[in-house]
């Protein structure tokens, strides 16, 4: 097996922040250019592999010898701790940290509630959604209005809870803590946040087992009834996942993609005059912002070779995402936004079986955001510069904590 200096642990010491809201950081070139599988120091103590390319990235993450289970020795966390390792391995596995048939069974049991056909059927109520809280953005009192409360978080907070059966009212508690959660704070900070919102979660689906109603969950339990057991844990497990993972992103997402298309006016042009051209839009946003870098670890369970590299067994291995991304290898003039280009191959949503289960329902929640924003508020602009921004560089998930428009 192939191996060089690129073992050496000379990269920075991640995770480290975005010195432009609008690119990579700059270590993240030099690495792709001139060690693109290279070890790395993280924050948390340790090593891990990073690797930086599209291709490598692309085999690494469809590769069935790299591990997702985030409970095994040696798997690279940027907040690993003991505590926070102990926490993570007295808890069933998302399905996120599931692996071969365990996985496939997993997801198999749900991939049905994000059929194309299903989502068209919940598209005229996310539209309702959507302009129910444009409305509320035209009738405010003053300005300028902040796009990240009165839009950005509300849209998806509301879709996922409608499609889990989760309560809205309770949208405060499980957005503070998702927040608190994908936060670079204290990491008792964190666990404190995992307990409460599981322990949430645990009571809703107890409440839902007594009496399930048409949702996904009430469908998972009548489902898993007639098979002979209801899976509690697993359902929980379940419910955690798409709850953080259904807004949290979404939500980042439609911000960034107003600041990216109002900073780029050319661009916003395209869709405005064509919203036929939105869906590439929304792939050349989900690209060019890529919020979940790092976020993509694996664990070796063989050796393998990568890029020319030996990656031993045990040996931890992170795909930076957001580099992959900005690789003019698999796309031309990378640091320029172009909704034309075509970005479907982009790694935004992972790839290979782990690949964003939600990825469509996505997608479409940014297309309706995008165009009925656009086509009924078409002075929007930003009421600050972008540069004074708070953007996100102490999370996890990429985005801003505020943004401010009027028109």
Known sequence: MANSA?????????????????????????????????????????????????????????????????????????????????????????????????????????????????????????????????????????????????????????????????????????????????????????????????????GLVTRKESAPGDDLFGRQIARQGRQGTVDHAGLVSLAFLLLTAGHETTANMISLGVVGLLSHPQELALITADPDKTPMAVEELLRFFTIADGVTSRLATEDVEIGGVGIRAGEGVIVSTLSANWDPAAFKDPAELDIERGARHHLAFGFGPHQCLGQNLARMELQIVFDTLFRRIPTLRLAAPVEDLPFKNDAVIYGVHELPVTW
């Not at 390319?53 to 966390?77: M, T």
């Not at 849209?155 to 996922?160: A, D, E, F, G, N």
């Open 6 to 202: 690129a073992g050496d642990p000379t990269g920075p010491k991640l995770p480290i922040e975005r010195g432009c809201p609008f690119a990579p950081p700059t270590a993240y070139e030099r690495l792709r250019e001139q060690a693109p599988v290279n070890k790395v120091r993280l924050t948390s103590g340790g090593e891990a592999w990073w690797v930086s390319r599209h291709e490598e990235g692309r085999a690494v993450l469809a590769d069935p010898r790299f591990s997702s289970d985030k409970r095994k020795d040696g798997f690279p966390l940027f907040t690993l701790d003991a505590a926070t390792l102990r926490q993570l391995r007295s808890r069933p596995p998302l399905m996120l940290g599931m692996d071969g048939a365990e996985h496939a069974a997993a997801r198999r049991a749900v991939i049905g509630e994000f059929t194309v056909k299903r989502l068209a059927a919940l598209r005229p109520r996310v539209q309702e959604i959507v302009d129910r809280f444009i409305d509320r953005v035209l009738a405010a009192d003053q300005r300028p209005v902040d796009l990240v409360q009165a839009l950005a978080l509300p849209v998806p907070s509301l879709v996922i809870c409608e499609l889990l059966g989760v309560p809205y009212t309770d949208h405060d508690f499980f957005q503070s803590r998702t927040t608190m959660m994908v936060s670079r704070t204290s990491p008792e900070d964190r666990r404190r946040a995992f307990a409460e919102l599981h322990a949430y979660l645990d």
